[in-house]
Antibody
Framework: EVHLVESGGGLVRPGGSLRLSCAAS????????MTWVRQAPGKGLEWVAN????????YYVDSAKGRFTISRDNAKNSLFLQMNSLRVEDTAVYYC???????????WGQGTLVTVSS | DIQLTQSPSSVSASVGDRVTITCRAS??????LAWYQHKPGKAPKLLIY???SLQGGVPSRFGGSGSGTVFTLTITSLQPEDFATYYC??????????FGQGTKLEIK
């Protein structure tokens, strides 16, 4: 059974940094693209970033470019999102998800809450 | 970016009802569309991919159709556990992948 567990969320001041982690198990991690999706309070789902099998391909939503960095460690079955220069509008629950065949987000974690506030 | 517009934004229905949610894309996305169910405090759940393919383990009362720019998610014979928010998502072009704004399905 696929299991994705996010961690690393918390309260941070505007301009601060946070590193989110996603621990994966129950599937062959290195054979899946991985993605981050977020949901701001009272808002809908927003795709943030994804990463290819070996980490060489990375894509971001415009609002994350230059501030967020997605990475992965296939040896440790882990996905990361380094978030710098955080803004109030980055406040959200952040989910990691597998990106399978036909670019569908098959399995999701429970999410980790990031709150950016002074 | 490809914009997705869902309608209605919210709908009230009763157990046993049939409900249809529409998702319109700002450009042709063939059948590169997925539907997700999301309940508060839970992980989103994939229901439908490639516009009409049912994800494994999802009840057959969920169905998807459409291609090009207009898509529908239909839930026949609503069950109590189906009350949630539903999102469409396009996978035709990234970055970015985009989601619709969501449709909240509430109990009447």
């Amino acid at each position: 059974e696929v299991h994705l567990v996010e961690s690393g969320g918390g309260l941070v001041r505007p301009g601060g940094s946070l590193r989110l982690s996603c621990a994966a198990s129950g599937f062959t991690f290195r054979t899946y693209w991985m993605t981050w999706v977020r949901q701001a309070p009272g808002k809908g789902l927003e795709w943030v970033a994804n990463i290819g099998l070996d980490g060489s391909e990375k894509y971001y939503v415009d609002s994350a470019k230059g501030r967020f960095t997605i990475s992965r460690d296939n040896a440790k079955n882990s996905l990361f999102l380094q978030m710098n220069s955080l803004r109030v509008e980055d406040t959200a629950v952040y989910y990691c998800a597998t990106e399978g065949w036909l670019r569908k987000f098959d399995d999701w974690g429970q999410g980790t809450l990031v709150t950016v506030s002074s | 970016d490809i914009q997705l517009t869902q309608s209605p934004s919210s709908v009230s229905a009763s157990v046993g009802d049939r409900v249809t949610i529409t998702c319109r894309a700002s450009q042709d996305i063939d059948t590169w569309l997925a539907w997700y169910q999301h309940k508060p405090g839970k992980a989103p759940k994939l229901l439908i991919y490639a516009a009409s393919s049912l994800q494994g383990g999802v009840p057959s009362r969920f169905g998807g159709s459409g291609s090009g720019t207009v898509f529908t998610l239909t839930i026949t014979s609503l069950q109590p556990e189906d009350f949630a928010t539903y999102y469409c998502q396009q996978a035709k072009s990234f970055p970015p992948y985009t989601f619709g704004q969501g449709t909240k399905l509430e109990i009447k």
